[in-house]
């Protein structure tokens, strides 16, 4: 990834839905900057692809962190032109709220809402600069259902939605698309083994999210899918 070539910038890439992003991508030959706390298996996911791994740049970041945030944002730009951000990082607790831990709120809250908030602020003056970007984030069907022992999690997604909404309005008239994929129960290690012995037959998989989330993102016409809710076909768990 040495010329300065346009590339997708994806968080959250170690494992699950973000992992399946960065290997489709990588197969349609886009070239993908890959973020996650877990280096380790970034370099794992790097030397499965094999051939294609001329694809992918990884780099160790925690999102809650906004100097390792926009550091890293400078370093990026140093080889490449972040055409598209991909916001996936993201934890949670399964939690009654008064069962949550200060230390649990603000690492939630830190990773899931100021991380994507921090990501965007990172690339905004240059997608404003060039009058072009895609900024995508990966929400959860809580913003749109009440769901019992997820108070936190629901928190910083429904704090993003509305972030990401009021950005959209304010960055229409520099050509910028801001989307939010909204899934509901997905097969990744976010859930209790249990949960997943349980349900994993009707959950939906990180393979069916990617494939929306590249679609959405090849759209060159005049037409922007700004918000897409995806579940199961026989509905939340």
């Known amino acids: ?24 991508f990588v197969k349609k030959n886009h070239k993908v900057v890959c973020c996650s706390r877990n280096i380790d298996k970034l370099k794992k996911l790097k030397s499965e692809l094999e051939s294609d791994s001329r694809l992918i740049k990884i780099y160790k970041l925690d999102v809650a962190n906004p100097n390792e945030v926009f550091d890293t944002y400078q370093e990026i730009k140093k080889e490449a032109d972040i055409d598209c951000l991909i916001n996936n990082a993201g934890i949670t607790s399964f939690n009654a709220a008064k069962d949550d831990s200060v230390e649990e709120i603000r690492k939630i809250i830190e990773t899931n ?23 995508i984030n990966i ?64 959950m939906m998989t990180p393979n069916d999210i990617s494939k929306i989330v590249f679609d959405v993102f090849s759209l060159n016409t005049n037409i922007v899918a700004e918000e897409i809710v995806l579940r199961p076909i026989k509905g939340d768990l």
Do not use: C
């Open 1 to 24: 990834m040495s010329d300065k070539s346009k590339v997708i910038w994806l968080t959250g890439a170690s494992s699950g839905i973000g992992k399946t992003i960065a290997e489709l």
């Open 113 to 135: 809402l100021l991380g994507s908030i921090y990501t965007i602020k990172a690339v905004l003056p240059d997608f404003i600069k060039k009058k072009h970007g895609t900024i």
């Open 139 to 202: 929400l959860s069907v809580v913003t749109k259902k009440i769901f019992e022992n997820s108070s936190v999690y629901s928190a910083s997604k429904q704090g993003l939605l509305a972030y990401t909404n009021v950005l959209r309005e304010e960055v229409r008239e520099h050509n910028i698309r801001v989307i939010n994929i909204i899934p509901g129960a997905t097969k990744t290690p976010i859930w209790s083994n249990d949960i997943l012995e349980k349900y994993s037959q009707r």
